[in-house]
């Protein structure tokens, strides 16, 4: 009996132990499964509120940019209306400006551009030409004076100067980095300036400055024509970074670093785009040389409105110089003609100069002078002199050198009827006024194997060479000696055939094919009553 109660009572206990373990089993899958609930109800009220809070910040930028669209519009309508007060010149007449900061520097653009005024106003007697310059140290009769004396060029009609007082915005100086991008945000402040104090027919931009186009033409409702030197950026610039070479513009630090070049070299292309945009925005085209042409249009790609006008050349006054024989020289004597900008490459002058020497004979070695005549437009220039000097004395040649800064045209006349030699030695040169001028006065040139002394001007006159290109010191030293040693027979049939083959950079050649690209500007009806 006792044993029949013991079994009873553990009977009842395991199975009460049973279901206690099932309870509780039971429980902790409810407990789990209410738990996934609530986190799958709060999973889906997160997602449900990141969906709104999305969907809000969609709609704010839109609103965003939709008021920022209506904003634009608005000033541009206001600026639109603004512009219709500002100054214009007088009705019955075609109103031209010329932009050209720098017109008072006496370089080859400057040529360029008063040969382009005389040009205009000699065909059209209804058209009044103004200049836009940052030169306001000088008066415009100096400025017309300068013109003058350093090119021969007389203007018919007055022309009227508006001055600029914010030029320091496109000075390199200002910005050691991102230069390229920063000076040309500047042209377009600097290009604002000259919009508010005067608003054009037709703007004329000379000097490259191609982000100040969509200004004039869409903002200032102008005919946008421009003569373009040099290319702001070039595919030969990709290439020089791509390659990581060293160039005044490619520092050394970038080029040594694979990062750094690659950073740069998607800033050129970045930069490329936009100035192409730029570009794009000019109705009529004109470029100075071959190379040019090539560069401009793969970026603009505007063939059809782009023409090559090579640069005017003061060929016949050059070509009027008696030439004095050699052997009546007392000095070999190489020319080199150039602003001293960096770009020029003065210090490779120096180099081949050096070159030179060493593998000439004593006798002829202590004949031997290089004059550098050139202009000197800012403390910039006048310290890259100084660091030429110093060169010299580093490579031993300071007592070979003359050094003539900003002389006067009679002078640099003189210097290349007495002269042998020309040398030029920038790389890619765009055009080279210079080049043709020496050859024109009698020297024998000697120009970088690149750009337009090598596309255009450097070219075989009937069979007769007309000069010779180089790409480094060895190699301009080497030109160089053979040149002295050569016979006077040799150098002759050079210089006559030199002398022959530049009448197609004349001035009179010039003028006709200026008037012919822009007669469609200028011969228009549509003048403003």
Same mark, same amino acid.
């Given at each position: 009996? &006792? ?23 039971? %429980? ?48 541009? +309508? ?9 100054? @214009? ?27 382009? =005024?005389?040009?205009? /106003?000699?065909?059209? /007697? ?6 836009? #310059? ?38 390199? @100086? ?77 520092? +050394? ?24 945009? +730029? ?8 470029? %100075?040389?071959?190379?040019?042409? *090539? ?13 090559? =006008?090579? $640069?005017?050349?003061?060929? &016949? ?7 004095? $024989? ?18 020029? %490459? ?11 020497? &060493?593998?000439?004979? $004593? ?11 050139? *202009? ?13 000097? #110093?060169?010299?004395?580093?490579? +031993? ?22 002269? #042998? ?10 055009? *080279?006024?210079?080049?043709? &001028?020496?050859?024109? *006065? ?58 022959? !083959?530049?009448?197609?950079? !004349? ?23």
């Amino acid at each position: 009996m &006792e044993t029949s109660d013991l079994e009873g009572r553990k009977l009842q206990y395991f199975s009460s132990r049973g279901e206690t373990n099932d309870t509780k089993m039971v %429980n902790a899958v409810t407990s789990f499964i209410d738990s996934l609930m609530e986190l799958l109800s709060l999973t889906s009220q997160m997602m449900s509120l990141g969906v709104r809070v999305w969907s809000l910040g969609i709609t704010l930028i839109l609103q965003l940019l939709v008021l920022l669209v209506a904003l634009l519009c608005i000033c541009w +309508g206001l600026l639109k209306c603004c512009l219709y007060t500002l100054r @214009r010149g007088e009705p019955g007449y075609l109103h031209v400006a010329f932009f050209h900061p720098y017109c008072n520097a006496g370089g080859g653009g400057e040529r360029v551009l008063w040969c382009a =005024i005389r040009s205009i /106003q000699r065909k059209y /007697q209804h058209v009044k030409c103004y200049v836009y #310059t940052g030169d306001t140290d000088v008066t415009p009769q100096e400025i017309l004076q300068k013109a003058q004396q350093r090119f021969g060029v007389i203007l018919p009609r007055p022309v009227e100067f508006i001055f600029l007082q914010s030029r320091m915005v496109v000075e390199a @100086r200002h910005y050691p980095f991102l230069t390229l991008l920063m000076q040309s945000v500047g042209s377009m402040m600097l290009g604002g300036e000259a919009l508010l104090k005067f608003r054009p027919d037709v703007y004329f931009d000379t000097m490259g400055y191609a982000f100040t186009y969509p200004l004039f033409r869409y903002v200032g409702g102008c005919v946008v024509a421009s003569y373009t030197h040099y290319p702001t950026i070039s595919t030969d610039m990709f290439g020089q970074v791509a390659n990581r070479v060293e160039a005044h513009n490619n520092r +050394g630090f970038i080029a040594r670093n694979t990062v750094f070049s690659a950073m740069k070299l998607g800033y050129y292309h970045l930069f490329a785009l936009m100035y192409a945009l +730029g570009g794009r925005c000019a109705h009529l085209v004109m470029v %100075n040389s071959t190379w040019t042409h *090539g560069h401009i249009t793969a970026l603009w790609g505007q063939a059809h409105h782009t023409h090559i =006008i090579y $640069p005017p050349c003061d060929t &016949e006054q050059f070509k009027s110089l008696s030439l004095i $024989p050699d052997a009546s020289k007392k000095l070999k004597t190489i020319v080199s003609i150039g602003q001293f900008r960096p770009e020029k %490459n003065h210090p490779l002058q120096l180099q081949s100069l050096q070159k030179l020497c &060493e593998i000439l004979d $004593p006798a002829d070695r202590e004949k031997v002078r290089l004059v550098l005549i050139g *202009g000197c437009r800012n403390n910039e220039d006048q310290q890259r002199v100084e660091d030429l000097k #110093t060169l010299a004395l580093d490579l +031993g040649v300071a007592d070979k050198i003359v050094w003539k800064l900003n002389a006067p045209f009679s002078e640099l006349l003189e210097t290349v009827q007495t002269g #042998t030699i020309g040398l030029h030695t920038m790389w890619n040169e765009h055009f *080279g006024i210079c080049v043709v &001028e020496c050859m024109a *006065g009698g020297l024998i040139m000697v120009a970088h194997d690149s750009g337009g002394p090598k596309m255009d001007i450097l070219m075989d006159y009937e069979g007769q060479k007309t000069g010779y290109t180089a790409s480094d010191a060895e190699m301009y030293g080497q030109v160089m000696k053979d040149i002295l040693e050569a016979s006077d027979a040799e150098r002759e049939a050079v210089r006559t055939a030199a002398r022959s !083959s530049v009448d197609r950079f !004349s001035d009179e050649q010039f003028e006709t094919s200026f008037i012919s690209a822009s007669e469609f500007i200028f011969s228009s009806t549509d003048v403003r009553q």
